[in-house]
């Protein structure tokens, strides 16, 4: 398989080097808002002058034809806008900004720009989900970011610390890269937790892929990619606030501000707060619901943007975390330490710095040049019960990137080199199982464009891992366009990551289980293996248009073998959690079917159906992975009125999950084999006035549906069976919350 990447990579250099090509025209069609902001128009109509050779602009306004021999004028045109007539010059990146027409001031034009958005010309198969898309649900932090997208399943890490964690064809969060505008954010200590850390407030959009990755990137991606975007100070409103409560205790505020500062500096300020004070024990087991918790999140960013190309942005974060759970009577000031009652604390301060520098050059739009640059400083303090947990992450990034063209813009290529640094110090009750990473880098990509009908992106990187050596990683992906509305896209690839065990495994401090690390006495981390693994997928996307309205379906499958992985064993014990590398089988398939369609005038539906096949070697026996779903059916109704209601629903059914091993414990706390499947139903309504104020109102969990007992021996929490892992169901009940928005642009 590898010598088949090397071929294929050699292969498309080769041919796109036979090909003869006059060249492309690319560009972007926009208007202004009244505040003079950027909007593209999407389905523009730009052909050249006396033919009929020509494309629709696409999502993000963006279009790429092919040159006429003998013309160079383009007309660009837009119904209810006045259209324009360009003369072409060569080499020139088209700006087009068109102006409405006056004359048609009694025509009312509209165009619902969709909430997630797929771009129809990317080898990669990328989801766009906008802010609009996240005002769907009570979205208060990146993992709850996605209750009404079908591709990414959420849930509990255990029944006492409140966590989320993800997962994408069937793998955990760690193995999905998790990016801020690009930059490696989510990883290593903060794996689980630092999704936390990222206001949904915050987030402009975010772009979801799965599979292998661009390089350009880094080679941890196994199950895919989610990039964040957060609000940009030069285009964001000036200020946004948001107030939000819940039946629970929670309340959470947030203010951004954004303020031009000259002609070329703007800046932003991002504040967020949460605070859950009151202690709540609704199925009486002694254990709080969630743990009483104080947020501070708050984020400065600078911005330039010069006339000559050049680009320049630099910000700080710090993030104060402290969440107390446990049982009701618990007081840390007197009981931590003790067996008076079971208590957990965690505690993180973290900052972080980044910086971002780019030229493009004016004279030859093609080509462009950036250097990305990140630290972090991540302290953690934490115990569970008995148990003591303490760690410090220092990181720090940089990726130089140069991007040009070989001979014109069909052949084009990204190349650069990168590092990567961590050091780790981890202690696990006075058991120090400490590191120090270095991962320098460099890389490759190629990108092959023939008409609109082929794309394909083959990309290679070398790395040298201070720990575990040097490694490749290619990747390819290619997309095949069947007809003007369907398209089919293929991709495989490489992925290797550093396993952070405990803090990938968070869930397990709250447990009686004793954790045995099984690793070869190395200087490798934990004396374990990198986890080292492949992914296959190819997706099918067919847009359509019935009755007048606009629609998509999608098919897509996935596989990702593992060379190595940490296996996780739950089942060897109910008294016992083992860590040791992989010696066998471990893999994971992913079948999706997707359906998108406006049912009538202003009313969306998302419908989808999810199966996995996910299954590891533990021991010698191949099992399911526990705690998986191999069945998720998924519907989403979106509904807007012209004077600004808006009204959701999200149903939810999953199917039954295998539980770990507890066949050795007494009667009183043996599980079944399977859960029970269960349903899930999310509703929102919100109106807005002015489109400055916002009110919204909802209920999560509207059947009520939870999982009984979730907490095995929760009346003996330092006995020999206290589990809270075990968690394959919500864990609390029906949940309204209120809120208000509020904005100057």
Known sequence: MKYTFLILFVFLGLSSR?????????????????????IPLVGANVYWLGTSNGVPSNALGE??????????????SYIGYRSDTIRVVEGAELLVELVADETLDEVEIEYRRKTVQIDYLNPLKSEHISEKELLKAACCNLSESFETNPSVDVSFTDAVTGTRQIQMLGLSGPYTQITRENMPDVRGLSAIYGMVYIPGTWIESIQLNKG?????????????????????????????????????????ANLNISHPVGENWSTAVLLHTKANAIE???????????????????????????????????????????NLGGQVDFDRDVDRGTTNAWGMNLLTKRL??????????????????????????????????????????????????????IGNTDH?????????????????????????????????????????????????????HNLYGTFMTPRLHMRYALTDN????????????????????????ATSRQLIVEGDNSNKPYGLDAEVAWNYGINFTQEFRLDYRDGNFSLEYYR???????????????????????????????????????????LDLRIGYRWFDVNTTFGDVSRQKPLISAHRAFLNLGYESRNDWKFDYTFNWQGEKRIPFTGSNPDEYLLPQNSPDFYLMNAQVSKGWNDRFEVYVGVENLLNYKQENPILASEDPFGDYFDSSLVWGPIFGRNAYLGLRYRVK
């Open 212 to 252: 292998a990755g661009s390089v350009v990137n880094g080679f941890e991606s196994v199950a895919g990619q989610i990039n964040v975007e957060l609000r940009k100070p030069e285009k964001s409103d000036r200020i946004y606030a948001n107030l939000y409560g819940n039946e629970g205790g929670r309340f959470e």
């Open 486 to 509: 369907a398209v089919v896209r293929a991709s495989m690839g490489r992925g290797q990551r550093t396993a952070s065990i405990f803090a990938e495994n968070i869930g397990a401090m």
């Open 280 to 322: 709540r024990d609704r199925n009486k087991d002694g254990f709080l619901d969630n743990p009483l918790s104080k947020h501070f999140i708050g984020l400065n960013r600078w911005k330039y943007i010069g006339e000559n190309g050049l680009m320049l942005q630099f910000g700080l974060k710090w993030t104060y975390i402290d």
């Open 63 to 76: 279009f790429e034809l092919d040159r006429v021999e003998g013309v160079d004028q383009l007309i660009i």
């Open 18 to 38: 036979a090909q003869s090509s006059e060249g492309k025209v690319h560009g972007e069609v926009y208007e202004r808002d009244s505040e003079g902001i950027q």
């Open 352 to 405: 972080e710095g980044w910086t971002k520098i780019g030229k493009v050059y004016l004279d030859q739009p093609w080509k462009s040049m950036g250097l990305q640059m990140s630290a972090v400083n991540h302290d953690q303090d934490s115990y569970f019960g008995l148990s003591e947990y303490a760690a410090n992450q220092q990181s720090f990034y940089s990726n130089y990137i140069y991007q040009s063209m």
């Open 560 to 602: 990702t073998n593992f060379e190595n992985q940490i296996v996780v064993d739950y089942d060897q014990s109910p008294q016992q959690l083992h860590f040791y590398n992989l010696s066998g089988q471990s893999y994971s398939n992913s079948f999706q079917a997707q359906v998108d369609y406006e049912l009538v005038k202003r």
């Open 412 to 464: 084009q290529f990204k190349t650069g080199t990168s590092l990567q640094y961590d050091k780790y110090d981890e202690l696990l009750n006075s058991e120090d199982f400490g590191r120090t990473e270095v991962v320098p880098g460099a890389y490759f990509e190629y990108s092959y464009s023939l008409l609109e009908k082929f794309n394909a992106m083959a990309g290679i990187r070398v790395d040298h």
